[in-house]
């Protein structure tokens, strides 16, 4: 099993509808959980972080994070087309990052 | 921009030879981290250094790979005698102390080609 696990996709949405991405997790003890975003040929950039079980929102950004069934999702409010990118999971272990293999969101205009 | 830097973007080059990436981290980040990602894939954790200290080594990461911090600033990735499955993008990262609640940036990633 590996520590961080995503569907690979692509996730397909249509402009101005909510894009929900999940992820699960393997170890109990990850205390931190980051979401970041990735364009084609660019190298990772963080979208949110979130440490307490619940919803952290930031703009037309909300993560959920459930401990007790070890998984966090990302909600992406009116997806735009320039939201088309790969969204990767993280957490941290033993103090690092430890990333899911991402998943392919694609926008339909 | 991020405030990591790395050097250099892009490598090509012959299987077989030495290679050495660069990254400087943002001046205050006491921790420094090397990942590699192909195709695809997640960026895939190699190794990290906190100041001038490596702390932990991927053990999927042959003895071909080092990788050194020697002042606590900037840090090197070497690959010997470069392989084909080599090819791939380095990236680095950096933040301040504790991971919680300290950001973890990335630069913008060296691309390797092996011929």
Redesign the interface.
């Known amino acids: 099993q590996k520590e961080v696990e995503q569907n690979s996709g692509p996730l397909s949405v249509p402009e101005g509808a909510i894009a929900s991405l999940n992820c699960t997790y393997s170890d109990r003890g990850s205390q931190s959980f980051f979401w970041y975003r990735q364009y084609s040929g660019k190298s990772p950039e963080l979208i949110m972080f979130i440490y307490s079980n619940g919803d952290k929102e930031d703009g037309r950004f909300t993560a959920q994070l459930n401990k007790a069934s070890q998984y966090v999702s990302l909600l992406i409010r009116d997806s735009q087309p320039s939201d088309s990118a790969t969204y990767l999971c993280a957490v941290i272990n033993t103090g690092k990052l430890i990333f899911g293999q991402g998943t392919t969101l694609q926008v339909k205009p | 921009d991020?405030g990591v830097s790395q050097d250099p973007r892009h490598k090509i080059t012959k299987r077989g030879q030495n290679v050495t990436f660069r990254c400087d981290p943002i001046s205050e980040h006491n921790?420094l981290?090397w990942?590699r990602q192909t195709l695809?894939?997640?960026?895939?954790?190699l190794t990290?250094f906190?100041n001038e200290a490596q702390?932990?080594k991927s053990r999927l990461l042959s003895d071909r790979f080092s990788a050194e911090r020697p002042k606590g600033s900037f840090s090197t990735l070497e690959i010997q005698r470069t392989e084909q499955g080599d090819s791939a993008?380095y990236?680095c990262?950096s933040t301040l102390g504790?991971?919680?609640?300290n950001?973890?940036?990335?630069?913008?990633?060296s691309w390797l080609t092996v011929v």
């Open positions: 991020t921790r981290y990942y695809g894939q997640g960026p895939e954790f990290y906190q702390l932990e993008m990236l990262a504790g991971t919680r609640g950001t973890i940036y990335f630069g913008e990633g």
